[in-house]
């Protein structure tokens, strides 16, 4: 039975109770976010926080991240997750339980944070290189995704389609944009640039997509922040996802037409390796060794 954390306090799951009233279950009023742990140590902690705690303030709900470093840690620990190779957190705050308005509560209610540790698992090194295929689906999602709240229903609904196609994932698309996956970000490589689509309110602005574009430009890879049209798809060299239980994930296949020459591409390959050396140095770091 894997331990929780409800409203302060840490218990196992079953005696986690959180009211049929709370804003969260009748309402998607809130707010979510993901971060990965690898053994134990936390990877982007403190921008994951930033986002979440972003995101409560845009929803206006009055909860203070403080704190949750220490409960995102405990839950690892208390979960015997500190040497999993991949682990995560997850936290979800909702507005509350309150008798159901379509407005605020009149009268103030406690914010509900609850949150939970796990082990997932990577794709192993053959299957990653195999590549993964694509199906596109409509973006029916509402005008701020870039808010990381939690109604996913278009996202639910976009990749059961795209596993009914056959595909391994969806591709979100919006007026002839590739906008991004269910739940990760999308990439190109087009003429040896890197292309992804630049944070507006269109898209997630994913914690993996600011650290390979910072991996990217280190590396001295060429990269523009632009939509890339549907139609450019059938041209791109290399297209990928990035996302925080997808870190880097080539995508060889859009609606059965394979990209480039099929295979997973040189430039995936190498942000791969450099998210993983980063991955790697953020361990190092944390067991206070020196980092090479
Ligand atoms: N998904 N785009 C969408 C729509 C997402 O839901 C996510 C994250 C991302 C990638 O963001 P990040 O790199 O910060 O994980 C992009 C999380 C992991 C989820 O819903 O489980």
Known sequence: MSIVYLNGQFLPKDEAKISPDDRGFLLADGVYEVTPFYEGAPFCLDRHLTRLEQGLSWMRIQQPVDGLEDVQRRLILENGLESAATSLTYIQITRGAAPRTHYFPVDPVEATVYAYAKAWDRPSPERWSKGFTVATVPDQRWSRVDVKTICLLPNVLAFQDAIEAGADDALLVRDGVAIEGAHMNFWGVFDGVLVTHPTTNQILPGITRGVVLDLAAADGIPVEQ????????????????????????????VDGTPVGDGRVGTITKRLSQLFRAEVEAAKE???GTPVA
């Open 226 to 253: 632009r939509p890339i049209q549907v139609e450019e798809l059938g041209a791109a060299e290399e297209l990928f996802f990035t996302g925080t239980t997808g870190e880097v994930r080539p995508c060889v296949g």
């Open 285 to 287: 770091a944390a067991a």
